[in-house]
Nanobody, 129 residues
Framework: QVQLVDSGGGSVQAGGSLSLSCVAS????????MAWFRQAPGAEREGVAG???????RYADSVKGRFTISPDNAKNTLYLHMNLLKPEDTAMYYC???????????????????????WGQGTQVTVSS
């Protein structure tokens, strides 16, 4: 059975940093397209960063240059390193894995939640101003 367990959220002041972790079981991080999503109250679920199985990374414009997605294949763990955090980054963050081949898709399409089949339980990130 596939399971994703995400963690690392917390409260931080604007301009600070946090790193989120997603430990996978039942699948190999390096063999699947994976991503981080976030959802704020009253908002749509938004894909913020993706990692294709070939190592390509994708970022939403709102986080590009501030967030970094990276794997540790030996630990079967996916990370999201977040820097220069803003209050607008406040949301529940979820890791996700896709069974589809996303390499030919645009960033916008590849970061659409409908392509992802397995989800972590979510970890809350709160950025105060």
């Amino acid at each position: 059975q596939v399971q994703l367990v995400d963690s690392g959220g917390g409260s931080v002041q604007a301009g600070g940093s946090l790193s989120l972790s997603c430990v996978a079981s039942g699948l190999s991080v390096g063999s699947y397209s994976m991503a981080w999503f976030r959802q704020a109250p009253g908002a749509e679920r938004e894909g913020v960063a993706g990692l294709d199985s070939d190592g390509r990374t994708r970022y939403a414009d709102s986080v590009k240059g501030r967030f970094t997605i990276s794997p540790d294949n030996a630990k079967n763990t996916l990370y999201l390193h977040m820097n220069l955090l803003k209050p607008e980054d406040t949301a529940m963050y979820y890791c996700a894995a896709s069974l589809r081949m996303l390499g030919l898709m645009t960033n916008t399409e590849a970061l659409s939640a409908r392509h992802y089949h397995y989800w972590g339980q979510g970890t809350q990130v709160t950025v105060s101003s």
